[in-house]
Nanobody
Framework: VQLQASGGGLVQAGGSLRLSCAAS????????VGWHRQVAGKQRELVAS???????RYADSVKGRITISRDNARNTVYLQMNNLKPEDTAVYYC????????????WGQGTEVTVSS
């Protein structure tokens, strides 16, 4: 299984970005797909996830600003980020949660998001 993340970039505070995570196979093969982010020197944070049943979850820090969605036909999960803040600056990773283990076992490469003030 391969996950390909894209869509990062430099944006001003208040701006928007949409990240994409394209899977090499059906995303419905996973319990959930999540977007995580990490700042150098800090612990990785789960930002949002969407389960195979379509249930979504968000970190409190992004609720109301970020929306996770998916296109099953394209095997792609999106992260629409609006009203971005400098504290959203991080490397964003998509990952798929294994049905068997419940762990995020499959990871894509990161895509960097920088929000300038």
């Amino acid at each position: 299984v391969q996950l390909q993340a894209s869509g990062g970039g430099l944006v001003q505070a208040g701006g928007s970005l949409r990240l994409s995570c394209a899977a090499s196979g059906s995303i419905l093969n996973f319990y959930a797909v999540g977007w995580h982010r990490q700042v150098a020197g800090k612990q990785r944070e789960l930002v949002a996830s969407i389960s195979r049943a379509g249930r979504t979850r968000y970190a409190d820090s992004v609720k109301g600003r970020i929306t996770i969605s998916r296109d099953n036909a394209r095997n792609t999960v999106y992260l629409q980020m609006n009203n971005l803040k400098p504290e959203d600056t991080a490397v964003y990773y998509c990952a798929a949660q294994s049905i068997m283990s419940g762990e995020y076992a499959y990871w894509g490469q990161g895509t960097e998001v920088t929000v300038s003030s």
